[in-house]
């Protein structure tokens, strides 16, 4: 196992649309340690292959072991994931990427997807996602056909996690000035959540 370098936006290979994985074998498997261990030590909730240099079909998405999460602290591996269907319904959201390290940036994803593919053995999988769970696989799928969340965020959101964290410091302040000093001011969202 070992920790690999993450590319950063720039690089052609996030560009490109990754091979459909047709070996399901040793090597697979030790690609797959050494994604989990790089989206580990990054940390991220998730990675796809292309993000380590590798055009294959191959994501992993770990959610962090915290109820404010869903199914927290699972992790799935999926090979040649699809989308299969999406929720008409959508929400913006916070996004960061491995890829574009340092930023963040707001993206309307819909609110629940089901994703299909095959784990490492070439066993057939389906995942119900929900929330920021869904949003993870959306994002990383997307890596898989050269697409960055940068993309996709609304114009004029994408901003350093220092000036992210700034906003909400001022938010939480102008909050705070508004309610009475007896409530609980709830922490702010941490903006260091990179998909
Ligand atoms: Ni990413």
Known sequence: MAVREILQIGHPVLRQRSHKIAHFDAALSSLVDDMIETMHAAPGVGLAAPQIGVSRRLIVVEMPDDE??????????????????????????QEGCLSVAGYVGMVERPVSAIIRGQDIKGKKLRVKAEGFLARAFLHEIDHLNGVLYVDRAEDGSVMTVKEYEQLLQEQAAEQEADLAEEMEIEPAQDARVHI
């Open 68 to 93: 404010d999460y869903p199914n927290p602290g699972e992790r799935w591996v999926v090979c040649n994931p699809e989308v299969v269907r999406t929720s008409r319904e959508t929400e913006p959201g």
